[in-house]
């Protein structure tokens, strides 16, 4: 069973022009996740207080959701998708806990 899923997610879409709705999800809420959780990693790193540093990382969010999304949609395979969304996610989610 784990076979024929990892060969469906590793499989390339027949059709080049479909996105696929799989990938569109992941992209959506994976660029979201991903630029929130990079937005409170931000506002921790960055100097000075987390009020004065949450205004910067607040104007910066929608430009890396974006960015992160196209980063996932426009992988080849509905795998490599779904790494580049929980792959960064995990990442963040480390950073957070450690300088929260």
């Known amino acids: 069973m784990i076979k024929k899923v990892y060969k469906k997610l590793s499989t390339a879409e027949k059709n080049g022009k479909k996105i696929g709705l799989f990938r569109t ?10 630029a929130y959780l990079g937005m ?9 207080k987390t009020e004065e540093s949450a205004i910067i ?9 974006v960015i992160v999304s196209i980063y996932i949609i426009l992988s080849p395979t509905r795998l490599i998708a779904l790494l580049r ?5 995990f990442v963040f989610i480390i950073l957070n806990y450690i300088y929260y």
């Open 40 to 48: 409170t990693f931000l506002a921790f790193i960055l100097p000075g």
């Open 85 to 89: 969304f929980s792959i960064p996610t």
């Open 25 to 34: 999800l992941c992209s959506i809420f994976g660029g979201l996740i991903i």
């Open 57 to 65: 990382a607040i104007m910066f969010n929608t430009l890396i959701w």
